[in-house]
């Protein structure tokens, strides 16, 4: 058994560091309240919102320049050649 220190949003537990737990694990949950100062709590949510927004931003962007596609269409058709 371990303990894992999370931070709930509203929505889901967030731990607070990484932990070794496999994903998809079914796993049970004792809530003990701990007394935080609610500028901490307010703190430790706003970075983990600022992260997250991060992400998603960094999701939008397309990884490959469009001069990929272009070397891509250029590229010579072996199939043709080949007969396939």
Known sequence: MSE???IFDGRVFI???????ISGSKVKL??????LSH???QKKLAAFRQ???EIKE???????????DDILSQRVQFRELAGL
Not at 15 to 21: A, G, S, T, V, Y
Not at 58 to 63: E, S
């Open 4 to 6: 894992i220190q999370a």
């Open 15 to 21: 731990p607070e560091k990484p932990c070794d737990i």
């Open 30 to 35: 004792t809530i003990e309240t701990v007394v």
């Open 39 to 41: 500028s901490e709590v």
């Open 51 to 53: 992260l997250t927004n």
């Open 58 to 68: 960094l999701n939008k962007t397309d990884p490959l320049p469009q001069e990929f």
